[in-house]
């Protein structure tokens, strides 16, 4: 069993930054993909960004490519995602998630192991 616990969220200006993090338990970390989804009301959940095991590979939609930046700390157990140029649209509960193998992958189904949540709001 895998715990994820993320933390970084906040109230930010548009144009502004902010850094998300989550840490994971287990040994066995750099053997799987990590995520970043987020889901704001009434929406489905989304993938923002995505991350091998190895961190040699990476992902982003076109919504964030350019203004998102993931990485991990293999030898901390950590995954952060750097956000930049922040838009009111980008207001969500961002979630971190553990996929079921070491590849980068886009549907929520593919991770095995989700955290509880952080509020990002992006004010105008």
């Known amino acids: 069993q895998v715990q994820l616990v993320e933390s970084g969220g906040g109230l930010v200006q548009a144009g502004g930054s902010l850094r998300l993090s989550c840490a994971a338990s287990?040994?066995?970390?750099?053997?799987?993909?990590m995520g970043w989804f987020r889901q704001a009301p009434g929406k489905e959940r989304e993938l923002v960004a995505a991350?091998?095991?190895?961190?040699?590979?990476?992902y982003y939609p076109d919504s964030v490519k350019g203004r998102s930046i993931i990485s991990r700390d293999n030898a901390k157990n950590t995954v952060a995602l750097q956000m930049n140029s922040l838009k009111p649209e980008d207001t969500a509960v961002y979630y971190c998630?553990?996929?079921?193998?070491?590849?980068?992958?886009?549907?929520?189904?593919?991770?095995?192991?989700w955290g509880q949540g952080t509020q990002v709001t992006v004010s105008s």
């Open positions: 998630a553990q996929s079921r193998g070491a590849y980068t992958t886009r549907q929520p189904n593919d991770y095995a192991y």
């Open positions: 991350i091998t095991g190895s961190g040699a590979s990476r």
């Open positions: 287990g040994r066995t970390f750099s053997t799987y993909g």
